[in-house]
């Protein structure tokens, strides 16, 4: 009996010290701030939104014909009607094709000689051209083959004016006027024509573009002309 009253005893006296204990005020509550981390956090800068407008007047700039073709709200507004693409032409494949398609009509390409349909490119700026960041449409079907573009040459290099019905120079196959003056690089223009993925004329099949589109053309408009008329610069000058 004296042993169990004893080890009460003892317990009630550890008791109040565990509850001792507790109350010591080394041990007391300190409120911390809340961690901000060890280093600020580096967010990315805003974005520079495009400057360039998607129409002038009525024609639509080639930033703004490209942002609505990859548009899922805007893209029937520019690939289920003809439209007007205003800018300047940046680029021409006649100026880089092989010797070997430059003769006139009615001669055949010497067997292996594999050229690309006549085309030119209209950007926003004359930069477009080195600039791989600015959009570029290629325009084509205004002539099938360089042999209609060579007769071309020859027949507007000493017109003063725009050509007469006899004067003019037709694209048989595609039953297109070649274009007068001929695209140059430098001019500003206005072309008309189906804008959309893919170019289907050519017999040697599809052309396709799904980032930029192609132009299908109908009729062009020169606003400024360019520094020089549009020739082939692999044929050597008499």
């Not at 009630?12 to 005020?25: D, E, K, Q, R, Y």
């Not at 609505?68 to 507004?77: C, F, G, L, T, Y």
């Amino acid at each position: 009996m004296k042993k169990a009253f004893a080890l009460l005893l003892l317990g009630a006296t550890s008791g109040l010290a565990l509850v001792s204990g507790c109350g010591n005020n080394e041990d007391a509550y300190k409120p911390l701030p809340a961690f901000s981390g060890s280093h600020k956090a580096t967010l990315p800068s805003v974005p520079t939104l495009p400057s360039t407008p998607i129409k002038q007047g009525d024609a639509y700039t080639v930033y703004g014909a490209v942002h609505h073709m990859n548009s899922s709200i805007h893209a029937a507004d520019v690939t289920t009607k003809e439209i007007t693409i205003v800018g300047w032409i940046v680029d021409s494949n006649m100026q880089t094709v092989d010797k070997c398609a430059i003769h006139p009509t009615g001669k055949k390409d010497p067997d292996g000689c594999v050229t690309p349909i006549p085309s030119f490119s209209l950007g926003d700026t004359k930069e477009a051209k080195t600039d791989a960041k600015l959009p570029k449409i290629r325009v084509l079907g205004w002539a099938s083959n360089f042999a209609n573009v060579f007769d071309a040459v020859e027949k507007f290099k000493n017109l003063k004016a725009p050509p007469t019905e006899k004067e003019k120079v037709t694209d048989e196959l595609w039953a297109v006027d070649i274009p007068y003056p001929l695209p140059a690089v430098g001019a500003k223009v206005k072309v008309t024509g189906k804008y959309g993925v893919n170019f289907g004329k050519s017999s040697a099949g599809i052309e396709s573009d799904p980032m930029n589109g192609i132009l299908t053309y109908t009729k062009i408009e020169v606003v400024e002309p360019a520094p020089e008329i549009a020739s082939f610069p692999q044929i050597k000058k008499p």
